[in-house]
């Protein structure tokens, strides 16, 4: 499967941007999706993560109450709504796919397909 991340850009804080993430075939629907960022200098973390059908979503303390995951299997492809954003949330954000697992999860390890990355800046 190939992901396209799409939806960044330039917003000062307070502001709010919607990513999204659009997939490849007919599989979508059996992947359990997530989002990563890296800021400069830093190792890339979990984001949120959302289950195949969309009932379970999971997120990073960091980003709780202010961002939420969805996805549209129809459409193959997953967002990412991000509200409130702060400066610390400026970084390159990545969509990833996870072909196996059962449940979401957390861990870069999981995830088996990731798209190319899509630049979220935030000023103060």
């Known amino acids: 499967v190939q992901l396209q991340a799409s939806g960044g850009g330039l917003v000062q804080a307070g502001g709010s941007l919607r990513l999204s993430c659009a997939a490849s075939?007919?599989?979508?629907?059996?992947?359990?999706m997530g989002w990563f960022r890296q800021a400069p200098g830093k190792e890339r973390e979990f984001v949120a993560a959302?289950?195949?059908?969309?009932?379970?979503?999971g997120y990073a303390d960091s980003v709780k109450g202010r961002f939420t995951i969805s996805r549209d299997n129809a459409k193959n492809t997953v967002y990412l709504q991000m509200n409130s954003l702060k400066p610390e949330d400026t970084a390159v954000y990545y969509c990833?796919?996870?072909?196996?697992?059962?449940?979401?999860?957390?861990?870069?390890?999981?995830?088996?397909?990731w798209g190319q990355g899509t630049q979220v800046t935030v000023s103060s």
């Open positions: 075939g007919r599989t979508f629907s059996t992947y359990a």
């Open positions: 990833a796919a996870d072909a196996s697992s059962s449940v979401i999860t957390s861990r870069e390890h999981e995830y088996d397909y």
């Open positions: 959302i289950s195949r059908g969309g009932g379970s979503t």
